[in-house]
């Protein structure tokens, strides 16, 4: 049985310079964060998260979670076709469930559980 992906839900840019960072998004935006502490900061865009992750190497690049029913079951039917556990399912906060996996290429893939998401 195939993963049904909900679709494109959120996009976390590490960052090395959470304050630099904060202000570039907002100049570009014109806009703050809805949400804005030391650990991660979060704007709204559009009905989509844009989410800043500090300590992080940039040249990593933005990692893209997809909206699932389920996290462990995305994590579980990946693994079953090559994939490896990157970070286990777990509750970020307020029912919100995120998981990644690194694919067979090397890939990092997140799945996310928002039940407060809502397509703009």
């Given at each position: 049985?195939?993963?049904?992906?909900?679709?494109?839900?959120?996009?976390?840019?590490?960052?090395?310079?959470?304050?630099?960072?904060?202000?570039?998004?907002?100049?570009?935006?014109?806009f703050?964060?809805?949400?804005?502490?030391?650990?991660?900061?979060?704007?709204?865009?559009?009905?989509?998260?844009?989410g800043?992750?500090?300590?992080?190497?940039?040249?990593?690049?933005?990692?893209?979670?997809?909206?699932?029913?389920d996290?462990?079951?995305?994590?579980?039917?990946?693994?079953?076709?090559?994939?490896?556990?990157?970070?286990?399912?777990?509750?970020?906060?307020?029912?919100?469930?995120?998981?990644?996996?690194?694919?067979?290429?090397?890939?990092?893939?997140?799945?996310?559980?928002?039940?407060?998401?809502?397509?703009?």
């Amino acid at each position: 049985m195939a993963l049904v992906l909900q679709g494109l839900r959120t996009v976390i840019h590490p960052v090395d310079d959470l304050d630099a960072a904060k202000a570039w998004w907002t100049a570009l935006l014109g806009f703050g964060p809805y949400f804005d502490q030391p650990f991660y900061v979060g704007f709204e865009v559009a009905g989509y998260e844009l989410g800043l992750l500090p300590g992080s190497n940039p040249a990593e690049g933005a990692l893209t979670y997809w909206g699932v029913a389920d996290a462990q079951a995305a994590v579980d039917a990946a693994v079953a076709l090559g994939a490896e556990v990157h970070t286990p399912p777990s509750d970020v906060g307020e029912g919100i469930v995120t998981a990644t996996v690194r694919t067979p290429q090397g890939a990092l893939v997140g799945f996310i559980v928002n039940p407060h998401f809502q397509a703009g």
